[in-house]
């Protein structure tokens, strides 16, 4: 790791960051553990700190974590009778017996300080999420939830990652799949585009959510993933969206993951409620990545 940063300094890149991540899946999941390898490969200083078993969909629920009497995910863990712990020989992975926010909480609050001397998280991210979290899933997603928790009451830049390929994987499984491979570095590259663009990040008190489409076809080569602006809920009787692609209506998440050429659903969303964000902070977005954003065919 320590190498890996070096590395980056010297090599000028100097957009290297300390990350948070978590997730709802579990700390020993592997596409967050893919996704975790591939920001530590891009030279960030990224600590893991998720539930120790899969907990997904507890969307925003929060409770002080509890001691851990059996063994975590996957045997990925020993009973210990305590409430968080470590992989001792990779502190930077954690787990937190308790909910993803509760996680994300952690991460920020009690388990990151010490890797960085006490400077706050300058971007949380969580998942890529084993299945999508589109439209009215975003709202009891905890890989959403964790990424509102930071965004609006720590007021971090946050980014929920899901991918449309589902089937959970274990940590240590080996070959790593191709899926967890694609959605580590596709993640990792929107990653390094917010960051690229400067701070502040994102606007105060928004969220990405980011939906991968499915891994298959041309789409097993990250290179081929593209990333479309769009909306979480539905837009018939709302305010305009920013103009975009020649409409002033942004696309649904599930028409962007739907349409066939590796297209990612990137909306902008309100961390106060989980639905679209207004337009002034959608265009922020824009602005900030439109090098990034492309249109649907
Ligand atoms: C977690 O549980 C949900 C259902 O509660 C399931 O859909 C999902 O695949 C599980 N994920 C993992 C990583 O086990
Ligand atoms: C803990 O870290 C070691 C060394 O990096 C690794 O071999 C092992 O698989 C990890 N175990 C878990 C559960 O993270």
């Known amino acids: 790791m320590r190498t890996q940063l070096l590395l980056a300094a010297l090599l000028g890149s100097v957009n290297a960051i300390r990350i948070i991540h978590a997730n709802?899946?579990?700390?020993?999941?592997?596409?967050?553990?893919?996704?975790?390898?591939?920001?530590?490969?891009?030279?960030?200083?990224?600590?893991?700190?998720?539930?120790?078993?899969n907990k997904s969909g507890t969307g925003s629920s929060d409770a002080e974590p509890s001691?851990?009497?059996?063994?975590?995910q996957y045997n990925s863990c020993a009973p210990s009778n305590a409430p968080i712990g470590r992989n001792e020989s990779s502190p930077r992975l954690n787990w937190v017996n308790s909910f993803p926010l509760t996680s994300m909480r952690y991460g920020i609050d009690v388990i990151s300080p010490s890797f960085w001397n006490n400077e706050p998280a300058e971007l949380a991210v969580s998942g890529p999420n084993v299945g999508s979290n589109l439209y009215a899933q975003v709202h009891f997603s905890g890989t959403v939830g964790s990424a509102v928790f930071a965004s609006k009451e720590r007021k971090i830049p946050a980014i929920a990652f899901?991918?449309?390929t589902g089937g959970t994987l274990a940590w240590n499984t080996t070959p790593v799949p191709t899926r967890s491979l694609v959605y580590a570095q596709v993640a990792s590259k929107l990653v390094d585009a917010v960051v690229a663009a400067g701070k502040p990040y994102l606007p105060e008190d928004v969220f990405l959510n980011v939906n991968l489409p499915k891994v298959?076809?041309?789409?097993?080569?990250?290179?081929?993933?593209?990333?479309?602006?769009?909306?979480?809920n539905l837009g018939v009787f709302s305010q305009k969206d920013v103009a975009q692609c020649g409409s002033d209506r942004l696309p649904m998440e599930a028409v962007v993951t739907g349409t066939k050429g590796?297209?990612?659903?990137?909306?902008v969303g309100d961390a106060n409620d989980k639905t679209t964000a207004s337009a002034d902070k959608q265009k922020i977005v824009r602005d900030k990545l439109q090098g990034l954003f492309t249109c649907l065919p």
Do not use: M, N, Q
Request: glycine share 6%; hydrophobic share 35%; charged share 25%.
């Open 24 to 53: 709802d899946d579990g700390w020993a999941e592997l596409y967050t553990r893919s996704f975790h390898e591939a920001l530590l490969a891009a030279g960030h200083d990224t600590v893991l700190s998720a539930p120790a078993e």
């Open 67 to 72: 001691p851990r009497t059996t063994a975590c």
């Open 162 to 164: 899901s991918g449309l």
């Open 216 to 232: 298959e076809g041309e789409c097993t080569d990250a290179s081929k993933y593209k990333f479309v602006l769009s909306r979480i």
């Open 262 to 267: 590796c297209y990612v659903s990137v909306s």
